[in-house]
């Protein structure tokens, strides 16, 4: 009976939890399926009608392709620095026996860029990458990227590198390891779960940044999709819902793959087991 | 094995940090070098880009005519082989889909490539004003809501019009032409209309017939409707209360018919003359008749005869044939006895020749060619407003746009804001309280006095 | 020695790069923020800017708005904090449990952080709508009056809150997920032979050994949700009666919309003194933490 019990509340509790993760993608969804005439009246739970056309409304003209095309420049390239970064000094940040005379430094100042309002970094980092010439390039909002998720990743990896036992550590060292090969070949996979994660997270904040991506961009060919998304929705035109929703369906896409191959990451390293009940 | 699995796995996840921490200490710095490089190169490859070396980048042009980037450098570097670029900055959705209806026929006349950046307006307004501090400005051509022209005169942003040799086109709705003068109404051209703009009376058809009322011409007639529409079960009157611009655009036409305004010719703060309490405690009854709802909530509603009336705006046009919704000119006094006012706000959206322009004259023919009447009646068909006269009154567009004609008189009747370059700040202090009168958290009173007093302190 | 040297050369060039990105990044911005702050400079103004002092500063701290806008904030951060960390804590041992379905059920529960702000603003926005939102079909159907979510001063909060834990909870799960496979499974092991129940292992096993990362999360989410604006900024525009009113939206409105860099900048500066103090609590807990295990 108890059991029973317990198992009705687990289901209930499963069940809303999906509800309400799943409902407002639904809801999306149903949006960008709808016909446009649909989507003036009022709105019914399931669809009346089904209809492409706002999936074809926003590729016409390769618009929003070229977007996508630069999202994933930007998302990519900035992905990866920044976890190259972020793991290598995090990394030494968290192991205390590494000299290093600038740690301290590096811990407020990265928790400091992390801290400050982007609107009010954005100006002065606009007048910076216009002094350098680097404007009408990507180059400015990977780099921005680079600055807003390496903080991030420094701070959550040090957590996890802390508790990396220090054992197997010393004795991959008692083997005759590098330090470098040590981090390569012990360190990193058993922190895996914790990569995948700041790597998934790191992702998706870079994918849908949009106040760096409206004051570099130069040109519409250098837009990325939440600026080609941001005029759908205006002050003094009506939204336009359909193709908003069918905009935000494709820009998840490349997200979701990504998520699901970093996901083999999120499982078990090789030093412990599996969590069992 | 399964190791070695894992890293491989890895390995295609983050290629640099591959590269990164394999072999120990040399190769991470290594690592770095080579990060520093890449940037130096992208940094080397930006400047050449950016017509830091004219010859690199025409080379490059030749090669990839695609970027524009390097379309841009060219055109500095070699604008008498290649064809320039005009670069506009413009407020995105409709506005953009009319200059892109409308280029191609100026682009191939000038050998020119028309390339325009669409942003919500606030960054638009931010990103031209980064830019002008630019000696060599990225943009030529920039538009502008009709509130920042104070504050873009006073800045230089646009270039003088009228020294340029441009002389003022009759055929523009004078309203409107006024706005691009500095000072207002009088002074020279900074920039033309290119979007007429101006609110309007919105209400359903089918639901005014059915209560058996007129349009209404004064404030106290709709008041009744929309007590009608009540008793019939219908939302009266819809408000568009949310803080900030929405509430002070759609409260300010009922100040003005109750003869008020937000200063005086002295430029003292007048919202809460005996006109802004009785105006707002009317707005108040409005809202007590009928509901409070967000844009695109108000078009819904009044289009599918939910509810009665509200203010909109003409780019909120549906023309689906069967939308019963239709437009007039708003109401401008109290009750049928009182004085008329103009009361209906003007919303036009400018466009000039930025200041730091390295062609002017080519801009400035793209922009006579852009706000011309046979410009502005393709643009129409692509959701364009027009800003002419004659556009407005043309017998082809009317049977298709009927609304023109409405267009025509409320912007003839409207008002235009104070011209200050303060306005923006104002607008978000005066919504702050307009929005705690309407949700009731404030008195009248209390709401009118506290942004009498915000006012003042951004007057200062 | 030579070793030691080593270790230390090695230590240089794997941290070093960080701090050179960073600080090449941010020193600029930072100083310009910071000296701006005590000057009048607005872009857009033809005088150079005057010094002014602190005046910026005491302007701002005396705007009643500005104080609506901080209490505002500081209610939403602790709100946001503890429902997202929390939902996210329940929602990773949820699905660490599952025998199968792991990896759709991880896919699925991400998908709200993953769509793009504006997208997830107006999905918000239709099914909160006033004019036949889905909710107020909802409610019609159970026989309630009507709400107007996103106007009505007593709901507006609660919504933009119930959006951004709708948004984030998915991120403190994926956090804690992470921290929680790397528990090694012989603790729960002995424990298991020990004979201690679920709540037991919870409590002496799980819950130290994800603390920090538990913490950190809390502390990513504070910083985070103190910088609350596109969904404010799309939504409500700090309304009705200034309810939804942020610090980020107070220095947009302010300071970048009117492009008053000076008072922006200034505002700025006191938003990140006040999120720094907040943190201290959780980092020297967290430090604390650290030693006391170690």
């Given at each position: 009976?108890?059991?029973?019990?317990?198992?009705?509340?687990?289901?209930?509790?499963?069940?809303?939890?999906?509800?309400?993760?799943?409902?407002?993608?639904?809801?999306?969804?149903?949006?960008?399926?709808?016909?446009?005439?649909?989507?003036?009246?009022?709105?019914?739970?399931?669809?009346?009608?089904?209809?492409?056309?706002?999936?074809?409304?926003?590729?016409?003209?390769?618009?929003?392709?070229?977007?996508?095309?630069?999202?994933?420049?930007?998302?990519?390239?900035?992905?990866?620095?920044?976890?190259?970064?972020?793991?290598?000094?995090?990394?030494?940040?968290?192991?205390?026996?590494?000299?290093?005379?600038?740690?301290?430094?590096?811990?407020?100042?990265?928790?400091?860029?992390?801290?400050?309002?982007?609107?009010?970094?954005?100006?002065?980092?606009?007048?910076?990458?216009?002094?350098?010439?680097?404007?009408?390039?990507?180059?400015?909002?990977?780099?921005?990227?680079?600055?807003?998720?390496?903080?991030?990743?420094?701070?959550?990896?040090?957590?996890?590198?802390?508790?990396?036992?220090?054992?197997?550590?010393?004795?991959?060292?008692?083997?005759?390891?590098?330090?470098?090969?040590?981090?390569?070949?012990?360190?990193?996979?058993?922190?895996?779960?914790?990569?995948?994660?700041?790597?998934?997270?790191?992702?998706?904040?870079?994918?849908?940044?949009?106040?760096?991506?409206?004051?570099?961009?130069?040109?519409?060919?250098?837009?990325?999709?939440?600026?080609?998304?941001?005029?759908?929705?205006?002050?003094?035109?009506?939204?336009?819902?359909?193709?908003?929703?069918?905009?935000?369906?494709?820009?998840?896409?490349?997200?979701?793959?990504?998520?699901?191959?970093?996901?083999?990451?999120?499982?078990?390293?090789?030093?412990?087991?599996?969590?069992?009940? | 094995?399964?190791?070695?699995?894992?890293?491989?796995?890895?390995?295609?996840?983050?290629?640099?940090?591959?590269?990164?921490?394999?072999?120990?200490?040399?190769?991470?710095?290594?690592?770095?070098?080579?990060?520093?490089?890449?940037?130096?190169?992208?940094?080397?490859?930006?400047?050449?880009?950016?017509?830091?070396?004219?010859?690199?980048?025409?080379?490059?042009?030749?090669?990839?005519?695609?970027?524009?980037?390097?379309?841009?450098?060219?055109?500095?570097?070699?604008?008498?082989?290649?064809?320039?670029?005009?670069?506009?900055?413009?407020?995105?959705?409709?506005?953009?889909?009319?200059?892109?209806?409308?280029?191609?026929?100026?682009?191939?006349?000038?050998?020119?490539?028309?390339?325009?950046?669409?942003?919500?307006?606030?960054?638009?307004?931010?990103?031209?004003?980064?830019?002008?501090?630019?000696?060599?400005?990225?943009?030529?051509?920039?538009?502008?809501?009709?509130?920042?022209?104070?504050?873009?005169?006073?800045?230089?942003?646009?270039?003088?019009?009228?020294?340029?040799?441009?002389?003022?086109?009759?055929?523009?709705?004078?309203?409107?032409?006024?706005?691009?003068?500095?000072?207002?109404?009088?002074?020279?051209?900074?920039?033309?209309?290119?979007?007429?703009?101006?609110?309007?009376?919105?209400?359903?058809?089918?639901?005014?017939?059915?209560?058996?009322?007129?349009?209404?011409?004064?404030?106290?007639?709709?008041?009744?409707?929309?007590?009608?529409?009540?008793?019939?079960?219908?939302?009266?009157?819809?408000?568009?209360?949310?803080?900030?611009?929405?509430?002070?655009?759609?409260?300010?036409?009922?100040?003005?018919?109750?003869?008020?305004?937000?200063?005086?010719?002295?430029?003292?703060?007048?919202?809460?003359?005996?006109?802004?309490?009785?105006?707002?405690?009317?707005?108040?009854?409005?809202?007590?008749?009928?509901?409070?709802?967000?844009?695109?909530?108000?078009?819904?509603?009044?289009?599918?005869?939910?509810?009665?009336?509200?203010?909109?705006?003409?780019?909120?046009?549906?023309?689906?044939?069967?939308?019963?919704?239709?437009?007039?000119?708003?109401?401008?006094?109290?009750?049928?006895?009182?004085?008329?006012?103009?009361?209906?706000?003007?919303?036009?959206?400018?466009?000039?020749?930025?200041?730091?322009?390295?062609?002017?004259?080519?801009?400035?023919?793209?922009?006579?060619?852009?706000?011309?009447?046979?410009?502005?009646?393709?643009?129409?068909?692509?959701?364009?407003?027009?800003?002419?006269?004659?556009?407005?009154?043309?017998?082809?567009?009317?049977?298709?746009?009927?609304?023109?004609?409405?267009?025509?008189?409320?912007?003839?009747?409207?008002?235009?804001?104070?011209?200050?370059?303060?306005?923006?700040?104002?607008?978000?202090?005066?919504?702050?309280?307009?929005?705690?009168?309407?949700?009731?958290?404030?008195?009248?009173?209390?709401?009118?006095?506290?942004?009498?007093?915000?006012?003042?302190?951004?007057?200062? | 020695?030579?070793?030691?040297?080593?270790?230390?050369?090695?230590?240089?060039?794997m941290a070093l790069p960080a701090l050179v990105v960073l600080a090449g990044l941010s020193v600029y911005p930072l100083l310009y923020i910071l000296l701006y702050s005590f000057t009048?400079?607005?872009?857009?103004?033809?005088?150079?800017?005057?010094?002014?002092?602190?005046?910026?500063?005491?302007?701002?701290?005396?705007?009643?708005?500005?104080?609506?806008?901080?209490?505002?904030?500081?209610?939403?951060?602790?709100?946001?904090?503890?429902?997202?960390?929390?939902?996210?804590?329940?929602?990773?041992?949820?699905?660490?449990?599952?025998?199968?379905?792991?990896?759709?059920?991880?896919?699925?529960?991400?998908?709200?952080?993953?769509?793009?702000?504006?997208?997830?603003?107006?999905?918000?926005?239709?099914?909160?709508?006033?004019?036949?939102?889905?909710?107020?079909?909802?409610?019609?159907?159970?026989?309630?009056?009507?709400?107007?979510?996103?106007?009505?001063?007593?709901?507006?909060?609660?919504?933009?809150?119930?959006?951004?834990?709708?948004?984030?909870?998915?991120?403190?799960?994926?956090?804690?997920?992470?921290?929680?496979?790397?528990?090694?499974?012989?603790?729960?092991?002995?424990?298991?032979?020990?004979?201690?129940?679920?709540?037991?292992?919870?409590?002496?096993?799980?819950?130290?050994?994800?603390?920090?990362?538990?913490?950190?999360?809390?502390?990513?989410?504070?910083?985070?949700?103190?910088?609350?604006?596109?969904?404010?900024?799309?939504?409500?525009?700090?309304?009705?009666?200034?309810?939804?009113?942020?610090?980020?939206?107070?220095?947009?409105?302010?300071?970048?919309?009117?492009?008053?860099?000076?008072?922006?900048?200034?505002?700025?500066?006191?938003?990140?003194?006040?999120?720094?103090?907040?943190?201290?609590?959780?980092?020297?807990?967290?430090?604390?933490?650290?030693?006391?295990?170690?």
């Amino acid at each position: 009976m108890h059991i029973l019990k317990r198992h009705w509340s687990k289901v209930i509790f499963n069940s809303l939890l999906i509800i309400w993760t799943l409902f407002p993608i639904y809801w999306l969804l149903s949006l960008a399926v709808r016909s446009q005439t649909e989507l003036t009246g009022q709105l019914s739970l399931w669809p009346r009608s089904f209809s492409l056309e706002h999936f074809s409304a926003l590729m016409a003209g390769g618009q929003f392709g070229q977007s996508i095309v630069n999202s994933l420049q930007v998302t990519l390239l900035s992905t990866s620095f920044a976890l190259v970064l972020g793991l290598c000094s995090a990394y030494i940040l968290a192991r205390l026996q590494f000299r290093f005379a600038l740690r301290g430094l590096l811990l407020v100042w990265s928790f400091l860029v992390r801290v400050l309002p982007p609107i009010a970094f954005a100006m002065p980092l606009y007048i910076l990458m216009n002094r350098a010439g680097l404007l009408s390039t990507l180059a400015p909002l990977t780099l921005t990227h680079i600055l807003m998720n390496l903080p991030f990743i420094i701070w959550f990896m040090i957590a996890f590198f802390q508790r990396f036992p220090i054992e197997l550590t010393e004795s991959a060292r008692m083997d005759g390891a590098s330090e470098g090969r040590t981090f390569w070949s012990v360190v990193l996979p058993v922190t895996a779960p914790g990569i995948a994660a700041v790597g998934i997270l790191s992702f998706m904040t870079s994918w849908n940044e949009y106040l760096y991506a409206v004051i570099f961009v130069q040109s519409p060919s250098d837009f990325t999709i939440p600026l080609a998304l941001a005029t759908f929705n205006s002050e003094q035109e009506l939204a336009k819902w359909g193709q908003l929703a069918a905009g935000g369906v494709i820009s998840a896409l490349p997200v979701i793959l990504f998520v699901c191959f970093a996901q083999r990451f999120l499982i078990q390293g090789l030093s412990g087991g599996a969590v069992k009940e | 094995m399964k190791r070695v699995f894992k890293a491989t796995l890895m390995a295609s996840l983050l290629p640099l940090v591959l590269t990164g921490c394999t072999g120990g200490t040399s190769v991470s710095s290594e690592t770095v070098a080579q990060a520093e490089q890449t940037t130096a190169e992208l940094a080397d490859q930006s400047t050449a880009e950016a017509g830091g070396a004219p010859t690199a980048a025409t080379t490059t042009a030749a090669a990839s005519t695609t970027t524009d980037a390097t379309t841009r450098a060219a055109q500095t570097a070699a604008a008498d082989q290649e064809a320039a670029t005009l670069t506009i900055i413009a407020r995105g959705g409709s506005h953009v889909d009319v200059i892109n209806a409308v280029k191609d026929k100026f682009e191939q006349e000038n050998n020119v490539t028309i390339e325009v950046l669409g942003l919500e307006s606030d960054e638009l307004k931010q990103k031209i004003s980064l830019d002008a501090a630019n000696a060599t400005g990225s943009y030529d051509l920039a538009m502008a809501d009709d509130p920042w022209m104070p504050e873009f005169a006073e800045a230089g942003i646009f270039r003088n019009l009228t020294e340029m040799g441009y002389e003022a086109d009759s055929d523009f709705v004078q309203q409107s032409l006024d706005i691009g003068r500095n000072p207002y109404g009088t002074g020279d051209l900074y920039a033309l209309p290119f979007a007429g703009n101006v609110q309007f009376f919105f209400y359903n058809k089918e639901l005014l017939s059915s209560l058996q009322a007129e349009v209404p011409t004064d404030w106290a007639a709709v008041l009744d409707i929309a007590k009608a529409a009540k008793a019939a079960g219908q939302v009266g009157y819809v408000i568009r209360g949310q803080q900030g611009n929405p509430v002070v655009s759609d409260y300010l036409p009922i100040l003005w018919s109750y003869g008020g305004d937000v200063f005086d010719a002295d430029w003292n703060v007048t919202v809460d003359s005996e006109a802004g309490q009785a105006s707002l405690n009317f707005y108040l009854e409005l809202l007590a008749n009928g509901a409070n709802y967000e844009k695109n909530d108000i078009v819904a509603a009044v289009s599918d005869g939910s509810a009665a009336m509200s203010l909109g705006w003409p780019s909120w046009y549906i023309s689906d044939q069967g939308a019963s919704a239709a437009y007039a000119v708003i109401p401008g006094k109290a009750d049928a006895d009182s004085t008329e006012y103009a009361s209906g706000m003007i919303g036009n959206w400018m466009m000039g020749v930025t200041a730091n322009s390295q062609q002017p004259e080519l801009a400035l023919k793209f922009l006579e060619y852009v706000t011309s009447a046979e410009a502005q009646k393709t643009g129409a068909e692509v959701g364009g407003v027009p800003t002419r006269t004659s556009v407005l009154s043309d017998p082809e567009l009317l049977a298709k746009y009927p609304y023109f004609q409405t267009l025509l008189t409320a912007t003839q009747n409207s008002v235009v804001r104070p011209r200050t370059s303060k306005w923006s700040e104002i607008e978000t202090a005066y919504g702050t309280e307009l929005s705690n009168a309407v949700a009731g958290t404030k008195t009248v009173d209390q709401a009118l006095a506290d942004a009498k007093t915000a006012i003042e302190k951004i007057m200062q | 020695m030579k070793q030691e040297k080593r270790a230390t050369a090695f230590a240089y060039s794997m941290a070093l790069p960080a701090l050179v990105v960073l600080a090449g990044l941010s020193v600029y911005p930072l100083l310009y923020i910071l000296l701006y702050s005590f000057t009048d400079y607005t872009l857009l103004a033809r005088e150079a800017p005057a010094w002014v002092g602190g005046a910026n500063y005491a302007e701002i701290l005396q705007d009643p708005y500005f104080q609506q806008a901080l209490l505002n904030t500081v209610k939403f951060a602790f709100g946001a904090v503890l429902l997202e960390t929390g939902l996210g804590l329940l929602m990773a041992l949820q699905v660490i449990r599952m025998k199968s379905g792991q990896q759709l059920l991880r896919t699925l529960l991400l998908l709200p952080t993953l769509l793009p702000g504006v997208t997830v603003a107006l999905t918000w926005q239709i099914m909160f709508s006033n004019n036949n939102g889905i909710l107020n079909q909802l409610l019609a159907w159970l026989q309630l009056p009507a709400v107007n979510w996103l106007q009505d001063p007593g709901t507006a909060f609660y919504a933009i809150l119930a959006i951004d834990v709708w948004q984030y909870a998915p991120f403190a799960f994926l956090l804690i997920y992470a921290a929680l496979q790397t528990v090694p499974a012989s603790q729960y092991e002995a424990a298991c032979l020990d004979g201690a129940g679920n709540w037991d292992q919870f409590r002496y096993i799980t819950l130290p050994n994800i603390q920090p990362a538990l913490l950190l999360t809390a502390l990513l989410r504070t910083i985070d949700s103190f910088r609350l604006f596109d969904k404010v900024n799309i939504l409500t525009r700090g309304g009705p009666a200034n309810t939804t009113a942020t610090i980020t939206q107070y220095i947009y409105q302010n300071g970048v919309r009117s492009l008053k860099i000076g008072y922006g900048g200034a505002a700025s500066v006191i938003m990140t003194v006040l999120v720094l103090l907040l943190s201290l609590v959780y980092i020297r807990k967290s430090f604390t933490a650290a030693g006391r295990r170690g």
